[in-house]
């Protein structure tokens, strides 16, 4: 059964940083890029960040690039996104998703940034 469960999301302050975490689990996860998305309300989802299946190649949106990084354990089968500097407009539901043979999506964690 795959598995891709999302954590680390929350409210934090603009300028804070919140660490995501994707546990990933089911299938051979050292086989598949890694992506985190991003869906704010009424927008359409968007691709934050990509790691390649050794961690070697990573791309990055343009409104995130300096601010966020994109990390992966292939032992531990997790996938992180280190969130820096944040600002109000990166709040949205954040997903991890796996591809390679097949694609496969996490359920989402919400990150709110907020005063």
């Known amino acids: 059964q795959v598995q891709l469960v999302e954590s680390g999301g929350g409210l934090v302050q603009p300028g804070g940083s919140l660490r995501l975490s994707c546990a990933a689990s089911?299938?051979?996860?050292?086989?598949?890029?890694m992506s985190w998305y991003r869906q704010a309300p009424g927008k359409e989802r968007e691709l934050v960040a990509r790691?390649?299946?050794?961690?070697?190649?990573?791309i990055f949106a343009d409104s995130v690039k300096g601010r966020f990084t994109i990390s992966r354990d292939n032992i531990k089968n997790t996938v992180y996104l280190q969130m820096n500097s944040l600002k109000p407009e990166d709040t949205a539901v954040y997903f991890c998703?796996?591809?390679?043979?097949?694609?496969?999506w996490g359920q989402g964690t919400q990150v709110t940034v907020s005063s």
């Open positions: 790691i390649s299946s050794a961690g070697i190649g990573t």
């Open positions: 089911g299938f051979t996860f050292s086989m598949y890029a």
């Open positions: 998703m796996a591809r390679w043979s097949r694609e496969y």
